[in-house]
């Protein structure tokens, strides 16, 4: 490597800042496990779950799935009869799946049978999940002595340590020249930026279609393929259980899914819930997405609560007083500072800084800082006083600060896609195979006037945190593959009591501001699954369970998966610890000790 490494932190993080996989997708924190020491190819995919030990006390398996599920949609007996003839010899994805085993065997009665859980993204692997967060979700739902869960994180299809991949880029130098260029473009907030972005999406999407060779995976990577998949993972699961008889449960019964999703992952948990309502056991989802906006593919409410969200950086900065070294003396409120580094944003638009460090040339853009603000949105309590800090010193022209190894760390290692580092550098591309294939709309439709009319909404919504988003949503410029075997709707489940309902009833958090997915989401969601509840959690971030710890929370989510029952629709719940100047810790919240 020729770049020292403080260079190539800084070149990672500019890369990933491009490649916003995060746009439904919460920061994981830093792992306790080390994801490359397991070797995957070592396990041959099979139809029925064989799982080997890995990385300490878990457990891995690859499960083969037909690649191609359509003509099956809700009818599991003609399934069976395909799979069979997939079985020998048809196309199919291998699923990499991690589990936490419970603390109790299978044969224990108080075991409860494996909850499955996805991260977001879409693109976020459910093995990183796992490894990084198991335990403390572990915790999280198990009552001990009477309900001991397993945590299973797998990798949807196309992404992770799943196969085929989907890969547009023939090769890692051809993906990080590509990057190197979105990372150069100017903001969407221009002409020029938002044509030039446009322009080389729409080429993205064309590479992607004309990439044959990888299983032709981007055809059978919506929504609808990975709900099937959990499907037959929890068929799978619960086979295998105990000495190979379905524990804890008659024959007869049908096992269910128990299942948190976060971000995006909602989005997949509603897919679920809406396609097999009689095969949900338990499904939390947190951090909303609104169905219909996202598979129409407008992004016409992600983003209207994220300047608010920013507002509580720009307060909790003015109620720290001088401890917040973003505050002047002369600041009469916190639109002074808003205003101070907002005009610094617009001049940088036009005219970029270059900095001389190390060695190198380093740019700093509009995109470079608002994309810093907007992921440290994720993570308010730990990160705003690194982020108070180091736009201090950029306003100051003091560049020290945001190139030293430890504001790096501080800053990146909140990017959704390097905490933890994606174990897999084609997120951008899984991305856009879910996101693009899941929607509606058709290449043709997404020409000039598309473009425009995307990035006036979006802007309208959120100027500081635009680009980052519309990077997501002009990914689909060119996308001209069209899945067979898709869900859009009608999204909803019967209530309870209805033969075909969940077993209980869904349970929906949020938080009150949520840059990414915002609260009416929440409620939105919840007339459509009746007898849902939504429990809203006080405060600021991205997911209610990952942006801070909130004992009112963890209780409901613990007794929901004991008995199934939820409270009252609209419950709302303090949180332990709030965003602080500076941060003062925040007990029991992964990676804040
Ligand atoms: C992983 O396993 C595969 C298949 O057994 C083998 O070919 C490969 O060399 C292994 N890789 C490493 C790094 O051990
Ligand atoms: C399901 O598939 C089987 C076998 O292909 C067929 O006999 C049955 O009619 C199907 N049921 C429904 C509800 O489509
Ligand atoms: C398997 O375990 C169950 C209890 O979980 C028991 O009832 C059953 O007899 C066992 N079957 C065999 C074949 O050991
Ligand atoms: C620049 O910032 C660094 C780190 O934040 C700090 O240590 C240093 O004192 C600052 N330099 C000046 C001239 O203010
Ligand atoms: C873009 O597509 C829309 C919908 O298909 C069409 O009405 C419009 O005329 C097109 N605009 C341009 C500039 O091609
Ligand atoms: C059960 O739910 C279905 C679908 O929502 C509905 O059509 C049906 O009327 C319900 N049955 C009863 C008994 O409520
Ligand atoms: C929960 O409350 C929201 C907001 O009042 C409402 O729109 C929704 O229908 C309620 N959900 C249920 C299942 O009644
Ligand atoms: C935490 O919540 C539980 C109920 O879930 C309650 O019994 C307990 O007193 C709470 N602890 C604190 C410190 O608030």
């Known amino acids: 490597m020729i770049a020292t490494s403080q260079q190539w932190a800084l070149w990672s993080c500019a890369l990933l800042l491009v490649s916003p996989t995060g746009a439904f997708l919460p920061p994981i924190h830093p792992r306790q496990l080390d994801p490359t020491t397991f070797n995957w190819s070592a396990i041959t995919p099979t139809a029925d779950l064989r799982y080997h030990p890995c990385f300490d006390s878990f457990k891995c398996a690859r499960l083969r799935v037909p690649l191609d599920w359509s003509g099956t949609a809700q009818n599991l007996t003609s399934v069976t009869r395909k799979w069979r003839r997939d079985e020998d010899g048809g196309a199919y994805a291998a699923i990499a799946i991690t589990v936490l085993p419970a603390v109790v065997p299978p044969t224990d009665p108080s075991y409860a049978g494996p909850i499955l859980i996805n991260p977001g993204g879409p693109g976020g692997a459910g093995t990183d999940m796992a490894l990084a967060y198991g335990k403390a979700l572990q915790q999280l739902v198990d009552t001990p002595g009477e309900r001991h869960f397993d945590i299973l994180g797998f990798d949807p299809r196309g992404t992770g340590k799943s196969t085929p991949s989907a890969m547009c880029y023939p090769s890692e130098f051809d993906r990080a020249i590509g990057a190197l260029q979105l990372a150069s473009f100017p903001s969407v907030s221009t002409e020029i930026g938002l044509m030039t972005q446009f322009e080389y999406l729409r080429g993205e999407g064309q590479l992607c279609k004309s990439n044959e060779g990888n299983g032709d995976i981007f055809r059978y990577m919506s929504t609808a393929s990975v709900a099937r998949d959990m499907l037959e993972i929890v068929e799978r699961s619960a086979v295998l259980n105990g000495n190979g008889t379905r524990v804890g449960r008659r024959c007869a019964e049908k096992p269910r899914l128990q299942y948190i999703g976060f971000s995006y992952g909602t989005f997949l948990g509603n897919t679920f819930a809406s396609m097999f309502p009689d095969r949900v056991g338990r499904m939390v989802v947190d951090g909303i997405v609104d169905a219909d906006d996202y598979i129409a593919g407008i992004f016409s409410k992600n983003a209207v609560d994220a300047e608010k969200a920013i507002d509580v950086f720009y307060q909790t900065c003015f109620d720290a007083g001088e401890l917040c070294p973003l505050r002047q003396t002369q ?19 036009e005219s970029p800084i270059s900095v001389v460090q190390n060695g190198g040339v380093n740019l700093i853009t509009a995109f470079f800082v608002r994309e810093m603000i907007r992921t440290a949105l994720y993570n308010p309590i730990r990160v705003y006083e690194t982020l108070a800090k180091t736009l201090a ?43 693009c294939g899941d929607s509606y709309a058709l290449a043709g439709d997404r020409n ?28 689909c410029a060119g996308w001209d593959i069209s899945p067979d075997y898709v869900f859009h709707g009608p999204f909803g489940s019967p209530a ?64 929901y998966f004991r008995t199934g029952t939820v409270p009252a629709n609209g419950t709302f719940c303090a949180s332990d610890c709030r965003p602080e100047i500076p941060f003062k810790g925040c007990p029991g919240l992964p990676g804040s000790a």
């Not at 790096?408 to 897999?424: D, F, H, I």
């Not at 598309?450 to 988003?469: C, F, N, Y």
């Not at 969940?502 to 915002?518: G, K």
């Open 393 to 435: 010193g950029i306003l100051a022209g003091n560049y020290t600060g945001l190139f030293s190894p430890n504001t790096q760390e501080a800053l990146c290692q909140q990017v959704p896609e390097t905490s933890p580092p994606q174990t897999y550098t084609w997120a951008r591309e899984a991305t856009s195979g879910v996101i």
């Open 496 to 559: 309870p009591g209805n033969k075909s309902a969940p077993a209980a009833p869904l349970l929906i958090l949020s938080t009150e501001v949520d840059h990414a997915t915002p609260l009416e989401n929440a409620f939105t969601l919840s007339r459509f699954h009746k007898g849902s509840s939504v429990v809203v959690q006080e405060g600021i971030g991205h997911c209610a369970l990952l942006s801070s710890t909130s004992n009112c929370t963890s209780g409901i989510v613990r007794e």
């Open 331 to 349: 600041d009469g409120s916190a639109s002074d500072i808003r205003q101070r580094v907002d005009s610094f944003l617009r001049s940088i638009e």
């Open 448 to 475: 000039v006037s598309w473009a425009r009319s995307l990035a006036a909404r979006v802007i309208a919504q959120s100027p500081t945190t635009s680009d980052g988003w519309l990077r997501v949503a002009l990914g």
